[in-house]
T-cell receptor, first 113, second 110 residues
Framework: DTEVTQTPKHLVMGMTNKKSLKCEQHMGHRAMYWYKQKAKKPPELMFVYSYEKLSINESVPSRFSPECPNSSLLNLHLHALQPEDSALYLC????????????FGQGTRLTVV | RKEVEQDPGPFNVPEGATVAFNCTYSNSASQSFFWYRQDCRKEPKLLMSVYSSGNEDGRFTAQLNRASQYISLLIRDSKLSDSATYLCVVFDTGRRALTFGSGTRLQVQP
């Protein structure tokens, strides 16, 4: 089973709202990632969690706040977003952070109004 | 210079054609390489890993040339269902995460 599950699939939020994106995997993977993808562009790395600890933050604005409650779950908390933050947010996981392939969830398509 | 560079295409080919995609990467210390496929408005899906010895999976063949820092993907006997964006992906040892090329769009026509 190479399934990574993301919820919700679609989200529309106002600039004053607080919302959370959720990601879950049951493959025993110890590295989890958040990527952001704009239309016609490749995915761009936002955060890396390795063994439940934040290891990489790609200078992401603080209005995006990641959380890894346990080895199977990864959240992305959103607050005071801007319309330009509208994008596809992809969660991925891999066995470790040493170069194994990563598997992606279906993504959350976020629209900020 | 971009970390991973690909020709964006589009490549428009007839069914049954053979098509090749190329990719170059800038970090000579990179260790892991992949091709992912992404359909419109969907997530990237792993197509195959790429090894120095070359590897084949059905109609798909991937090759890595470490000396030239060059990765290739060959698709034989193209099907309509092969139409997608093909992403060249390199594991960034510094950030310990995948770095994506901009993708090459393939359109297979009947």
């Amino acid at each position: 089973d190479t399934e990574v599950t993301q919820t919700p699939k679609h989200l529309v939020m106002g600039m004053t709202n607080k919302k959370s994106l959720k990601c879950e995997q049951h493959m025993g993977h110890r590295a989890m990632y958040w990527y952001k993808q704009k239309a016609k562009k490749p995915p761009e790395l936002m955060f890396v969690y390795s063994y439940e600890k934040l290891s990489i933050n790609e200078s992401v604005p603080s209005r995006f706040s990641p959380e890894c409650p346990n080895s199977s779950l990864l959240n992305l908390h959103l607050h005071a977003l801007q319309p330009e933050d509208s994008a596809l947010y992809l969660c991925a996981s891999s066995q470790g952070d040493r170069g194994a392939e990563a598997f992606f969830g279906q993504g959350t398509r976020l629209t900020v109004v | 210079r971009k970390e991973v560079e690909q020709d964006p295409g589009p490549f428009n080919v007839p069914e049954g054609a053979t098509v090749a995609f190329n990719c170059t990467y800038s970090n000579s210390a990179s260790q892991s390489f992949f091709w992912y496929r992404q359909d419109c408005r969907k997530e990237p899906k792993l197509l195959m890993s790429v090894y120095s010895s070359g590897n084949e999976d059905g109609r798909f063949t991937a090759q890595l040339n470490r000396a030239s820092q060059y990765i290739s993907l060959l698709i034989r006997d193209s099907k309509l269902s092969d139409s997608a964006t093909y992403l060249c992906v390199v594991f960034d040892t510094g950030r310990r995460a995948l770095t994506f090329g901009s993708g090459t769009r393939l359109q297979v026509q009947p």
